[in-house]
């Protein structure tokens, strides 16, 4: 059969979608990727042009997706291939338009082959094929599964890239005391310390789910997560609608923490939940506090993810500082398929060294973790 292509997932129902999904994972759903849509976060001139990818039977049933859309920057992807599209440029190959199977904006790990595994392996085969007669560079595919990693291992054409990212475990805790009771003795001290600078300047929190926010506190907290990005001279890729398109669609995977100085909220952090991971997502402050971030980011975090029984805490791209919280290196992988001979030649040689390093640095990053060993205190 071959694959259709979807240029809005408004195309095909919520309930047809949603079918395809492994689990309850937020950012795979249509509820997601429809806001996104509608709230113009993508489409139009933002350089992501919904272009997802359906196998069907000869029924016309969809048995297989893929989540996709087509670049022309590498922008708001976190698997970073710039120096591909510029390497190209000085060649006077074409890069872009590429197809990019991903969640945007979301460096998360999770299905991305959806369906059933046979006929996904199929929608791949045939997409590899189609590329260049559809004026297409390379396909790539961010974040993966196991799942998807074992249907495009060995696959002929198929790069692998690893990354590393750091999450949390929670083995088990009763509660945050019960965590720092696993910590080195120094670690332990040093995470109270950081804790209690936080309540010493006055800074309360208030937890809420997604359908107890008010349009003027969905106000205050797109000016937080909007001024991360202004700081840096760099306009925000999610618009003000998004929230709450994504609190009327799916409120009750959203968690919200706000500080609070005196009663008026000053930082906030957004979250998504499963029945598994609690996903830290976006932040930002209107105010300046030491130690704020490690609080409201990942502490009320943990605690959150205690209390509702989550054994993972995916708290996104980046950040070493994440180490000596707890958090562990794990590795992530993408996959792609690039159509030109000699930039796929020159990307292997590249992938191979970067594997190695990025290998040795999980290993290395392992060592500054805060648990305590047998027998010390």
């Not at 000869?58 to 710039?82: C, I, M, N, T, W």
């Not at 460096?107 to 085969?125: N, Q």
Request: charged share 25%; aromatic share 12%.
């Amino acid at each position: 059969m071959p694959v259709t292509t979807l240029d809005s997932l408004h195309a095909l129902s919520a309930d047809t979608w949603d079918a395809l999904l492994p689990g309850a994972q937020p950012f795979l759903r249509h509820a997601f990727h429809s806001a996104l849509e509608d709230s113009g976060s993508v489409g139009g001139d933002s350089g992501w042009q919904p272009s997802h990818r359906l196998w069907c039977d000869d029924q016309g049933q969809v048995r297989a997706a893929l989540p996709a859309y087509l670049k022309r920057h590498s922008y708001g992807e976190y698997v970073f291939d710039h120096a591909w599209a510029d390497a190209c440029r000085r060649a006077g190959i074409a890069y872009y338009p590429k197809l990019l199977g991903a969640v945007p904006f979301s460096p998360v790990a999770g299905a991305r082959l959806l369906g059933e595994p046979r006929c996904a392996g199929a929608m791949l085969d045939e997409l590899t094929a189609e590329l260049e007669a559809q004026g297409l560079s390379s396909l790539h595919i961010n974040f993966t599964s196991p799942a998807c990693d074992a249907l495009l291992n060995g696959r002929d054409g198929w790069l692998e890239r690893l990354g590393c990212q750091f999450h949390w475990n929670n083995r088990g805790y009763r509660d945050f005391q019960d965590f720092l009771d696993a910590l080195s003795s120094r670690k332990r001290k040093q995470l109270r310390k950081e804790r209690e600078q936080v309540a010493g300047q006055g800074i309360e929190f208030d937890r809420r789910l997604g359908h107890q926010l008010s349009e003027q506190e969905w106000d205050f907290v797109y000016h937080c997560y909007a001024n991360t990005y202004h700081v840096r001279g760099q306009a925000p890729y999610l618009t003000r609608a998004f929230f709450s398109l994504l609190a009327e669609r799916m409120p009750e995977m959203i968690r919200l923490v706000f500080a609070q100085l005196r009663g008026r909220p000053v930082a906030m952090a957004f979250s998504l939940v499963d029945g598994d991971t609690f996903y830290g997502r976006y932040w930002g402050c209107l105010a300046e506090f030491d130690r704020l971030h490690f609080e409201t980011c990942f502490y009320q975090g943990m605690e959150l993810a205690i209390a509702e029984g989550l054994r993972r805490f995916d708290a996104g791209a980046q950040g070493e500082h994440k180490l000596i919280r707890g958090f562990e290196p794990v590795i992530t992988r993408s996959w792609h398929y690039l159509c030109h001979p000699g930039l796929r030649a020159a990307v292997t040689d590249f992938l191979v060294q970067e594997r190695s390093g990025v290998l040795s640095y999980a290993d290395e990053a392992r060592s500054y973790l805060p648990f305590r060993h047998a027998g010390e205190s």
